[in-house]
């Protein structure tokens, strides 16, 4: 299997992650744990892994200049896009911010051609669209949205924020993959950002009642910290290594179809054939975004 074989795979596999955790942050929020107080669990127990990791197998050195840039990378993809997202996930629905999120591979794309001088190709901007129809349709088709929600317009206002912070993000991160392994990078960013999140967190984070936490709740917990902060981070960070930041960002568009097809796998959800056209729509704007320049004949 080769590397970009694999990028794909992680890929997908983060963007599997990242579906689930909508559902399981809202469990979580604020019931449990508020959602500043949970981004410090987050950020505290990625920092920790990555810290071993990195010690034990890697024990690269970053050079001095650029340590500003990683600690943008930590500021724009950890600390602000992680607070921002959860703070707007506990106001809005998960069906809301699924629809938000699509804004992510638009931004994505725009910044690249603006600071990686990304070719404006047809065929890439039509699968950028397609996505974007696909995924929103999936989102939204047979589901009822929540109204009379005061808070709603605020909490979709900060998860767009953290779509644009996120967007900058994995395009600061991506020419540091040519200079460092990977680990390095999660060490580093994960290490810098649980400092920005600490003044913040700690008081919610001081207030949970950790003893009175259901197993399941504790499960849901560990699958955040474990799968989202730590392998879905390494997934997209090891992808950008080997792939466009565009291609990276427009994998968003898969998390609503693995949501329906894990509501599917749990009977949940019903398949029919508007969701079957849309999952089609967004796979066929994942080709045309993900092939290469030498293969597409503008």
């Known amino acids: 299997m080769n590397n970009i074989v694999k990028s794909h795979l992680a890929l997908f596999l983060a963007n599997l992650i990242y579906a689930i955790t909508f559902t399981f942050a809202k469990d979580v929020m604020p019931s449990t744990i508020q959602p500043l107080g949970f981004i410090l669990v987050r950020v505290s127990g990625a920092m920790i892994v990555f810290q071993v990791i990195h010690r034990i197998w890697i024990r690269e050195k970053v050079r001095r200049e650029d340590y500003g840039v990683i600690?943008?990378?930590?500021?724009?993809?950890?600390?602000?896009?992680?607070?921002?997202?959860?703070?707007?996930?506990?106001?809005?629905?998960?069906?809301?911010?699924?629809?938000?999120?699509?804004?992510?591979?638009?931004?994505?794309?725009?910044?690249?051609?603006?600071?990686?001088?990304?070719?404006?190709l047809p065929l890439r901007i039509f699968g950028v669209v397609l996505g974007a129809i696909g995924a929103i349709v999936l989102a939204v088709y047979g589901r009822d949205f929540e109204v009379g929600n005061p808070h709603l317009a605020l909490g979709n206002f900060l998860v767009f924020l953290n779509a644009c912070f996120y967007a900058v993000y994995l395009t600061m991160v991506k020419p540091l993959m040519k200079k460092y392994h990977f680990l390095t990078i999660m060490k580093w960013i994960?290490?810098?950002?649980?400092?920005?999140?600490?003044?913040?967190?700690?008081?919610?984070?001081?207030?949970?009642?950790?003893?009175?936490i259901s197993s399941?709740?504790?499960?849901?917990?560990?699958?955040?910290?474990?799968g989202t902060s730590v392998l879905a981070y390494m997934f997209n960070v090891y992808a950008l290594s080997n792939l466009r930041a565009s291609t990276v960002g427009f994998y968003i568009y898969l998390q609503p179809v693995l949501a329906t097809v894990i509501a599917l796998f749990v009977g949940s959800d019903k398949l029919d054939i508007v969701k079957v056209i849309a999952a089609s729509i967004i796979f066929i704007g994942?080709?045309?975004?993900?092939?290469?320049?030498?293969?597409?004949?503008?």
């Not at 499960?219 to 474990?226: G, L």
């Not at 994942?286 to 503008?298: A, C, D, E, F």
């Open 190 to 212: 994960f290490t810098i950002g649980f400092f920005v999140v600490l003044p913040f967190g700690f008081t919610d984070f001081q207030a949970v009642e950790w003893s009175s």
């Open 286 to 298: 994942v080709y045309l975004v993900g092939r290469k320049p030498k293969q597409i004949k503008s």
């Open 71 to 120: 600690a943008l990378c930590a500021l724009f993809g950890v600390a602000l896009n992680m607070m921002l997202f959860f703070k707007g996930l506990n106001f809005t629905t998960p069906i809301h911010a699924s629809v938000t999120m699509t804004s992510t591979p638009i931004i994505v794309f725009i910044l690249a051609l603006l600071f990686h001088s990304e070719k404006v």
């Open 216 to 226: 399941k709740v504790w499960a849901e917990i560990a699958f955040i910290v474990f």
